[in-house]
């Protein structure tokens, strides 16, 4: 969990910022993703790694949570035979710091619990903060 | 099926690991009752691990020849079924992915399971040895549900098939399909044993098996 919210992301600080966000998610997401079920048993209820991953940031422009950081969401799509499944993984990418988080039912949880982690929710994350006057 | 337990067995593990959240755990998340649905899982697993190769010696001849043996593996297989492995299986049933059609497969699976245990059991004691072979062979079908459901996933999932519906019919396929085919195999052994008697029923049942073995090594 450190590593993906202490370690800025120098990508991020580049001028497309729906780039940088989907390199980010990219390498400190999928790509462990990807290594982590390489190793796993296809022998398991559990879902079957999806052929490919893509990831798509639908708006460039960045909100403010809570606690007045700025988060950009994004969103991963997957696909297991010829069709793509959109929205797969929803998540939001804190530009200042890099660190990554992502929707399990209601609540979002750092990105790391996908890798395995435990990692509890985290109640101001990407969730967007009042309007000021 | 030997097979498919110790790849089923070797791939939970992971279950048990407190450091780590495997990916069966993952997607269920957020969980209801996160607290009972682990403990549930690590009985049901564990409980699996223990009693799936326990019901496969059990329908060995080897074992079914040794009385004595085979009364006393069945009488733990039988407890640890009953009192773990399905009312374990029955809280995960809830939290099912893919919904209460999913759950009830689950839960329509365990009670096959129970309730054809307690009649083996019953018939046993009876020593009914027809009855008993039919409520066992109900048993194993449905605790086989867990190996073919698996590699049914994987062969769907090779096909290209979404996994939601996979998941349902990986499930629904096997639960109703082993219960047939137990069915026809009690069935058939019935009519062998009205038409022959039991020793020579059980005879030709050996040799039904061995034709083909034999066929393969030729």
Known sequence: MLGLLLVPSLALAADSLPAAVQHRVEEALLKP??????????FSRARLPPRERRVRVPSATTIRDASDHEYVAFAVDVRFGDQWQEND??????PQTGALFVKLGDEYRPADVLLGKNADPAPVACVPGKPRS | MALGAAFITASSIVYFRRDELPPFVIEKLPLRFEALWLASLRVHVASAIVTFPLCILLMTRALQRRALLHRWIGRIAGAVILFALVPSGAVLSFEAKGGPFVSAGFLLSGALVAWFMVKGVLAARRKELGAHRRAMLHVFAQMSVAVTS????FGLDAAGMSPDVAYVVALWC????SAAIAELLAGSFKRMVKAHGLKMAMFRRARFVARPVARVGR
């Open chain 1, 33 to 42: 993703l990807a290594e982590k079920e390489k190793d796993r048993s296809r």
């Open chain 2, 174 to 177: 096997p639960v109703l399909g």
């Open chain 2, 150 to 153: 698996r590699a049914l996933l």
């Open chain 1, 89 to 94: 993984i929803v998540g939001c990418a804190y």
